[in-house]
């Protein structure tokens, strides 16, 4: 069995492109914490952790349009190796990326600017932190 479900936030705005067929193609890298207990100091700390996640299709695009750094999101999926050449150097590369099933938006492009404004003292008072959640799921061929 290959899935893999992960909450995280966006470290960069998404990028969109299309292969050479026109299949929308979009990447993203989802950040989240594993938390783990020091054994030199004996207290529990976050690691960091930085996952390349890809989505294809139609929902691709419309996806896209709701999401930026620090979006929180939910993915559903399973995990892709892949490896290649290296045109510079020669040297073969490789990766593991989620290619998403499902997502769902746990921010929105609202509430993603708005916490960075809220940090800075300037944003939205209590009454909208209200949480939007949607769940989209690509069509499968």
Known sequence: MNR?????NLTRDPELRATGGGTAVLQMRLAF????KNPRTDEWEDRPNFVD????????????RFLERGSRIGVD?????????DKQTGDKRSKIEVIVDE?????S???????????RGRGRDDRDRGRSSARLRPRVA
């Not at 893999?4 to 995280?8: A, E, F």
């Not at 999926?77 to 050449?85: K, V």
């Not at 997502?103 to 921010?107: A, H, P």
């Open 53 to 64: 996640v890809v989505m294809f299709g139609t929902r691709a695009e419309s996806v896209s």
């Open 33 to 36: 914490n594993e938390r783990a």
């Open 109 to 119: 492009r609202d509430e993603s600017s708005g916490s960075r404004d809220r940090d």
């Open 77 to 85: 999926g399973r995990l892709r190796w892949s490896e290649w050449e």
């Open 103 to 107: 997502i769902d938006l746990l921010s």
């Open 4 to 8: 893999v479900s992960l909450i995280g």
